[in-house]
């Protein structure tokens, strides 16, 4: 991300992130509410309420503010939502399967695929009666949260936003999902971007960089060792130098 600027109805929330993850990486980005965490995530993404009003957002060169959101999907990049959408009449299984094969451009093997996903959910203790229910509806948060996990393990994509996808969730859950997002980077090979509130998910998600976010950009930058600073002495400091 090269300088990025994004409003939100005429209201200019992002203002000016520059942030390199390469393959191998994870990056926190830690923030108070509203300083503008899921709008990066969203803008990166490409939801259409969200306007980039400068900058470039590149995967391995390829300007992905050019592209639509499947594009950008089939490009490599992976979006697990703070608040994921219920999609009623839409089973986990076909949602599933569809997402996997518009990424790859490819159906995949029924067979391979029903194994892929029994050992998903399997190793994100989702019961197999989920691949029939209805894509999040009536799911509990920390359900969702699990299912977009379980997204991220069959996609397979270069690059992980994950938006708190911590928040709501107890300490096995969390477990849990931190060892499916451990798994995920296990290859070396793909890049993670973990946003979150607070610096319990890093215990089990060890980040190799911290960045602060607040009021639009980032505004400290560290190793793990922020992230324990920022336990003890919260945001403050930063919102005041920001505003
Ligand atoms: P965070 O994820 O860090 O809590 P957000 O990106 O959700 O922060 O919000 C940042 C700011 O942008 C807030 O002031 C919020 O009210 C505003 N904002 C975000 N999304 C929208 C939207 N769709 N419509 C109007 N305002 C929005
Ligand atoms: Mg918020
Ligand atoms: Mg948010």
Redesign the pocket.
Known sequence: MRDLQVA??D?E?LRGVNLTVRAGETHAIM??????????A?AIAGHP??TVTGGQVLLDGADLLDMTVDERARAGLFLAM?YPVEVPGVSVSNFLRSAVTSVRGEAPKLREFAKDLKAGMDALSIDAAFAQRNLNEGFSGGEKKRHEILQLELLKPKIAVL??TDSGLDVDALRVVSEGINRFRSSGETGVLL?THYTRILRYVKPDFVHV?AG?RIVEQGGPELAEKLEAEGYEAYVKASA
């Open positions: 939100v109805e209201k929330i923030g108070p509410n509203g300083s503008g965490k899921s709008t990066l969203y309420k969200y703070q938006d708190e946003i976010f639009g």
